[in-house]
């Protein structure tokens, strides 16, 4: 039966308003949602877990390691021994970092961003196997083993996860889904302090379920993660399967191919101005690349300076300064929470911030106020005892630099990188941010002791001269990226010093 004229009319016409381009415009779907959730729960947040976790079991856990060590190998071990012990326990972790780190570049180009980001998960979950038995096995090596998988799980999830999730994301959303890698090391920080609180995990014989109780949630996610979608990014560009690319795009926007017009039309401009799309590229080769060092020095000085910055050592510091301020030994204890709480909520509310005010004065903006923060901390600190009201000023101090912190310095750098470097050399300078990130706490951890021993609250002075050289840096050369492709970017820096990425075009929204 032949079709009125004017039904074939409507039908056409409605076929052509759904494959029109302009009609779809991409944004939160089923898959990217549950990849932002199930990334952060599942990976992120047990980064932060072990950041934050092993400083309240400190002395429970050195009394194992020397009862350990009198019933294996009947040696005592004194103060400076127990202590260099303790060291390598904490320190093994940052090496771990550091080695997955540069581990990042190689597998998300090997597996590709979603198996990688699984082998993060199982690394994570054979670190608390091996914390959940080392003491009935009386074995600290298991203990350090299990350190060093979690560092390796830490470097290559801030090295791989905040990729992944860029690239899953259309450009409108990926400085949200960017803040998510981020925010779920915040609140896993968070959930060690509360986790070791005296009446949930924190007594005696407890350390061991608190060191491993994150595996929960690795359990859980694990699975899920499995269903996801790969990066269409990756399949295209990188592995040059055009099919396999458009078929997870389809199925992470949740629409047929047949709208996804300009998405692919996107994932071929990247493909084609991407002349080394398909090689190799390795951190090494990025190195040697004249165009991209401007864009690797902006990422590896902003990762390196969101440690620099001092946000370990006021956290050391905060509870000395709650205590001070007149608050009891476990009202300290809270408000060092507290403070961490203010950081996640900071986290959240860049969910909101980052899609509408941009990267630039976000992060301006955070480096300033922190570095005026810290001066101000360590004269604060300093004069602690002139006045009845001067711990006040220290708490403020604390209280607003995490805020500023949060609203910046401490989420941005995580994935600037992927908005900075185009797919072929952006797991290279993941890898690389990442490196400087976990180096930067490898730094601070190994002079933060001394230079409190010798020059005590003018350790801050030092914070904060090195906080303002990054804001002079990052204020002469970091531009704009939100609303501009990596491509773009990777222009306006290509020329070195001689860059002048801030008197160009405004980028399209």
């Known amino acids: 039966m032949t079709l009125p004229p004017a ?34 729960v599942g990976s992120s947040l047990p980064v932060g877990f072990n950041i934050g976790v092993v400083n309240t079991p400190a002395d429970l856990i050195k009394g194992f390691c020397n009862e350990s060590f009198i019933t294996r190998y009947d040696i005592v071990l004194n103060k400076t021994w127990l202590n260099v012990l303790w060291s390598s326990v904490v320190s093994i972790f940052i090496i771990g970092g550091c080695t997955g780190s540069i581990l990042g570049s190689v597998l998300a180009d090997k597996l590709g961003r979603k198996k990688a980001t699984i082998l993060t998960n199982v690394l994570s979950l054979a670190g608390a196997v091996l914390f959940l038995f080392c003491r009935a096995a009386n074995s600290v090596e298991m203990l350090i083993i299990g350190r060093l998988l979690v560092g390796l799980s830490g470097g290559l999830t801030t090295s791989i996860v905040p990729m992944y999730l860029t690239e899953l994301s259309p450009a409108a959303l990926t400085g949200a889904m960017g803040v998510a890698c981020p925010m779920g090391v915040n609140v896993g920080v968070l959930v060690g302090q509360v986790m070791g609180l005296s009446f949930i995990l924190g007594g005696e014989n407890d350390w061991p379920y608190l060191l491993s109780v994150y595996a929960l949630l690795v359990i859980v996610t694990l699975p899920v993660l499995c269903i996801l979608p790969e990066s269409p990014k990756y399949l295209y560009v990188v592995k040059r399967n055009e099919l396999a690319a458009i078929g997870e795009l389809s199925r992470l926007r949740g629409v047929s191919p047949s709208v996804l ?39 590896c000085s902003m990762q390196a300076g969101q440690q620099t910055s001092g946000i370990n050592a ?61 001066a101000t901390l360590a004269a604060a600190m300093n004069f602690i005892n002139a006045a009845s009201w001067m711990p006040y000023v220290c708490m403020v101090a604390v209280l607003g630099y ?13 994935f600037i990188a992927s908005e900075m470097f185009e797919v072929a050399p952006r797991p290279a300078g993941m890898a690389w941010g990442s490196l400087a990130n976990w180096g930067g706490n490898f730094l601070v951890g190994m002079c933060f002791p001394t230079m409190r021993d010798v020059i005590g609250p003018y350790s801050f002075l030092i914070f904060a001269a090195v906080t303002m050289a990054l804001f002079v840096f990052q204020k002469f050369y970091f531009p704009e990226t939100r609303g501009r492709t990596p491509a773009q970017v990777t222009q306006l820096c290509s020329r070195g010093f001689k860059s002048r990425p801030l008197t160009v075009i405004t980028p399209r929204l």
């Open 314 to 374: 006021v956290f050391y510091y905060s509870q000395t300064i709650f205590k001070q301020a007149g608050l009891s030994e476990k009202q300290a204890q809270y408000g060092t929470i507290g403070s961490g709480f203010i950081n996640v909520c900071t986290a959240v509310l860049m969910l909101h911030l980052l899609p509408r005010a941009g990267r630039r004065p976000l992060l301006l903006g955070s480096i300033c106020v922190a570095s005026v923060l810290l």
């Open 7 to 40: 039904i074939v009319k409507v039908v056409a016409n409605e076929h052509q308003h759904l494959t029109q381009t302009h009609d779809y415009k991409p944004g939160w779907s089923f898959y990217l949602v549950l990849a932002g959730v199930v990334t952060t």
């Open 261 to 299: 017009t300009e998405d692919v039309e996107l994932l071929k401009e990247e493909s084609r101005s991407d002349d080394t799309a398909g090689e190799p590229y390795g951190m090494l080769k990025l190195l040697r690349e004249p165009r991209l060092r401007l864009p690797l020095l902006l990422t």
């Open 402 to 414: 995490v805020l500023v912190y949060g609203l910046g310095l401490g989420p941005i750098p995580y």
